[in-house]
């Protein structure tokens, strides 16, 4: 990297201290300043968290919404990978009747606002499906259609040179692909991938709109009932960001996995591969 740049001496790396300090300190003087202020209004006081001290509310409210919530990111989050593979297989495709349509389609979901989507979903097969396929719907489509391009760039990013050797050695295109382009892609997908779990994780909130019992909309009726929202939003917040949090460390180790695991073994043994198919 330092043939891109020159590393920072001491002066940049003395600037770069004072500025990392001076930011901390006016972001803990902001959220000294949001707390003191929440303290004025009272918020802090028994009366507010009183619901958060009853296991009940717990037990009945928000736990089961915590439930729901990760029951419409699991089966979105799973159909969108499925759905982002298929999609990225046709834009991939040599075929222009099979590459155009997964281009069309991936293109439109893209552009297409999530809510619209969901709300669609519910219009029309609300009555029959209820509130959570709906919700999983909207978001495996929109999600998918975002990890498509996000599949396509990994694959994409490998050395054309592998691709070429596997298809001298006999490989067909999807031996190539699921023996080749895959074990190295996913390594550099993942962190995108990961992200965009997250995103389909906080977008669940969205169910709110169509009545889908998730935490935002247990929240509410908590609220509405105590009248405590900023309580209520902190408590929430806390456990978006537990989960959200929990899946980037689950992400962060499963990364570090398979780089080690790649560092090993960095490129496949194409002979082999060969050889395998051969024999069977």
């Given at each position: 990297?330092?043939?891109?740049y020159?590393?920072?001496?001491?002066?940049t790396r003395?600037?770069?201290?004072?500025?990392?300090i001076?930011?901390?300190?006016?972001?803990a003087?902001v959220?000294?300043l949001?707390?003191?202020?929440?303290?004025?209004?009272?918020?802090?006081?028994?009366?507010?968290?009183?619901?958060?001290?009853?296991?009940?509310?717990?037990?009945?409210?928000?736990?089961?919404?915590?439930?729901?919530?990760v029951?419409?990111?699991?089966?979105?989050i799973?159909l969108?990978?499925?759905?982002?593979?298929?999609?990225?297989?046709?834009?991939?495709?040599?075929?222009p009747?099979i590459?155009?349509?997964g281009?069309?389609?991936?293109?439109?979901?893209?552009?297409c606002?999530?809510?619209?989507?969901?709300l669609f979903?519910?219009?029309?097969f609300?009555?029959t499906?209820?509130t959570?396929?709906?919700?999983?719907?909207?978001?495996?489509?929109?999600?998918?259609?975002?990890l498509?391009?996000?599949f396509r760039?990994?694959i994409?990013?490998v050395p054309?040179?592998?691709v070429?050797?596997?298809?001298s050695l006999?490989l067909?295109?999807?031996?190539?692909?699921?023996?080749?382009?895959?074990?190295?892609a996913?390594?550099?997908?993942?962190?995108?991938?990961?992200s965009?779990?997250?995103?389909?994780l906080?977008?669940?909130s969205?169910?709110?709109?169509?009545?889908?019992e998730?935490?935002i909309?247990?929240?509410?009726g908590i609220?509405?009932s105590y009248?405590?929202?900023?309580?209520?939003?902190?408590?929430?917040?806390?456990?978006?960001?537990?989960?959200?949090?929990?899946?980037?460390?689950?992400a962060?180790?499963v990364e570090g996995?398979l780089?080690?695991?790649g560092?090993?073994?960095?490129?496949?043994?194409?002979g082999?591969l060969?050889?395998?198919?051969?024999?069977?």
């Open positions: 990297m330092s043939v891109l020159d590393a920072p001496g001491p002066k003395r600037r770069h201290m004072i500025g990392g001076v930011g901390g300190l006016v972001v003087a959220i000294g949001i707390i003191w202020k929440l303290d004025q209004e009272g918020q802090f006081t028994d009366a507010y968290w009183a619901p958060f001290q009853n296991s009940g509310v717990w037990k009945n409210t928000l736990l089961p919404g915590l439930r729901y919530t029951q419409a990111a699991v089966l979105a799973a969108a990978v499925i759905f982002g593979l298929l999609l990225c297989s046709a834009r991939l495709s040599i075929h009747v590459r155009i349509p281009v069309i389609i991936i293109e439109f979901f893209r552009a606002p999530l809510l619209l989507m969901i979903f519910y219009l029309a609300g009555k499906l209820g959570l396929w709906p919700l999983v719907l909207g978001l495996m489509v929109y999600n998918g259609s975002v498509a391009e996000t760039a990994g994409n990013a054309r040179g592998e070429e050797a596997g298809y006999g067909v295109k999807s031996q190539v692909t699921r023996q080749i382009l895959l074990p190295q996913t390594r550099a997908m993942l962190p995108a991938i990961i965009q779990c997250v995103v389909a906080k977008d669940t969205l169910g709110f709109i169509i009545s889908y998730e935490l909309r247990r929240g509410k609220y509405e009248y405590d929202i900023i309580p209520t939003g902190l408590v929430l917040a806390a456990m978006y960001i537990t989960m959200n949090y929990s899946l980037s460390r689950v962060t180790y996995r780089r080690r695991r560092q090993k073994t960095v490129k496949p043994d194409l082999a060969a050889l395998e198919d051969a024999v069977r």
